[in-house]
């Protein structure tokens, strides 16, 4: 691992920020665990008055990943056209708003779907911008820790939001309260995210890209807490890189994403992000009481419990897996192996389930702590591999000149399987009762064998080396254009970014 260079004030304030900026993942996290809680409250089914269970969670998680995916897909042009700070405040003006319409006492299915919706166009757009603001403001040294960040604060606000449905239904009598409190408690971390922003630095990057290059260099210096040659050095790599970026994309055409070479980026891209659906740990996250009812039975009074628990040990793997494993393992094998244990256990509870009595109410047999166990250790695998490996490798496996492109719409399609999967469970939980597991078994074989033959490893590899993978002629053309870039930026250019900011283009 890199040493970070500079002061500890930079460190401090680098940490700080990735850590601050990672709410918007908390913000994920926390509005996936709150509905399966919440879709277990007496209060809120007998405020809203309905009595299609399936159909009110299919449609309440859904249709926040719907808003979620188009905000997704079309927020990097605002973010490009007037920043990352203002961009993802307006995403939290935007979430708050959402959740003000869930929480009011309209007593409307319709009002809090509206109010689903609103929330998963903020919550797309601040999980979409964040890591780029993230990584352009980090030192290069732990920018991969700093990024890794968001999956962490994500499980963390998964678990918060599992305990905070097991407190209020504990400890508050069957009124709205006791609904509203858990979904209204969303606004805090949006709050303190959106206002919060008003404390902190524009991207260096952003501003530099604009042209602004006295306040991307004032930035930058704060950031680091330095105003040491090193820093000016860094000012110097961030401009020359962007003028490479700039000439490495001339001419470009989004069309360049169905040539055959990037075509089977854009395939692997897409295909992790579904391959971290066809797991089903998306959908425990989201269902986590609905699931465990079919293992402990409907009447148990622990359900919200053993969910919490769930949470907890996701937040814990998690962590453990960023702070020592997740430089260690090749990406390929960890996806297919993992892949493979999750069936595995995946199998083993349906055939325990399926082949001992129906748990007795509010009481632990050894089947139900048995399978509970093993969802569980899935849960562990599932942290370890398909939840972290999938982001990083996105961005990965493009080239510079198609890599905004081609890891925005990696990206957007995670919202897409999210809506798919969590529109689709509910019924697959209705009808198909624990055989559903059986079905995330068989899915998880099938993304086992794509890995093995169709997944490229990147692990440890350069940009280069990983061009060569995909044998294309871009490697060449991307250091074709750098060698043009840098030709362009004579020694007096650089010296006279020093003073300006500024590089002759001409």
């Known amino acids: 691992m890199a040493k970070l260079r500079g002061t500890r004030l930079g460190a401090f304030r680098a940490y700080s920020f990735g850590f601050f900026i990672c709410l918007s993942g908390f913000l994920f996290g926390y509005d996936t665990g709150i509905v399966g809680g919440v879709l277990t409250m007496e209060s809120y089914k007998r405020d809203f008055g309905y009595t299609d ?46 959740v003000i319409l869930q929480v009011i006492p309209s007593h409307s299915l319709v009002c809090f779907y509206i109010g689903r919706f609103v929330a998963g166009l903020g919550l797309g757009g ?64 949006a709050f303190i995210l959106g206002f919060g922003l008003f404390f902190q630095k524009e991207s260096i990057r952003w501003l530099a890209k604009k042209g602004r290059y006295d306040e991307a260099l004032a930035n930058l210096k704060w950031m680091r807490a330095d105003d040491s040659p090193e820093v000016m050095a860094e000012f110097n790599e961030i401009k020359t890189s962007l003028v490479e970026e700039s000439r490495a994309r001339e001419g470009f055409s989004h069309r360049e994403l169905l040539e055959p070479a990037n075509r089977y980026r854009l395939s692997l891209a897409v295909g992790v992000f579904l391959g971290q659906q066809c797991t089903g740990m998306t959908a425990l996250a989201y269902f986590g009481p609905q699931f465990f009812k079919l293992l402990v039975g409907s009447s148990s009074s622990n359900l919200l419990l053993i969910t919490g628990l769930f ?69 562990s695998i599932y ?82 080396e990983i061009e060569s993978l995909f044998e294309t002629r871009s490697a060449s053309e991307v250091e074709d254009a750098r060698t043009r870039a840098l030709d362009r930026i004579s020694e007096d250019d650089v010296a006279d970014v020093h003073v300006t900011g500024k590089v002759d283009r001409r």
């Open 53 to 98: 269970n399936t159909t009110v969670a299919a449609v309440m998680v859904s249709l926040q990943n719907v808003g979620a995916f188009l905000a997704a897909l079309g927020i990097f042009p605002i973010s490009e056209r007037f920043g990352r700070k203002k961009t993802i405040q307006v995403a939290c003006i935007v979430f708050i708003l959402g």
């Open 126 to 189: 601040a999980t979409a911008v964040a890591p780029s603001y993230n990584a352009e403001q980090a030192p290069k040294e732990i920018r991969g820790k700093l990024g890794s960040g968001m999956q962490w604060l994500f499980a963390l606000g998964v678990m918060i939001s599992y305990w905070v449905d097991y407190a209020t239904v504990k400890s508050l009598p069957v009124s709205s309260a006791q609904w509203q409190i858990p979904v209204g408690l969303q606004i805090v971390p």
């Open 311 to 379: 949470g907890a040990e996701k937040f814990i793997m998690v962590g453990t897996y960023i702070l020592f494993f997740s430089e260690m393992w090749n990406r390929r094998p960890t996806l297919w192996v993992a892949a493979l244990l999750m069936s595995v256990c995946f199998l083993i509870v349906t055939v325990i389930n399926n082949t001992t009595p129906v748990p007795i109410a509010n009481s632990a047999s050894p089947a139900g702590i048995a399978t509970v166990a093993m969802i569980f250790l899935t849960n």
């Open 383 to 464: 942290q370890f591999s398909w939840g972290p490996v999938p982001w990083p490798y996105a961005s990965e496996i493009f080239p510079s000149r198609i890599r905004e492109v081609g890891t925005s719409v990696g990206v957007s399609t995670q919202w897409l399987f999210n809506f798919l999967f969590s529109l689709v469970t509910p019924y697959m939980i209705a009808a198909w009762g624990s055989y559903v597991f059986l079905f995330y078994a068989a899915l998880d074989v099938i993304m086992a064998g794509l890995v093995y033959f169709f997944l490229k490893e990147t692990k440890g590899r350069s940009l280069e």
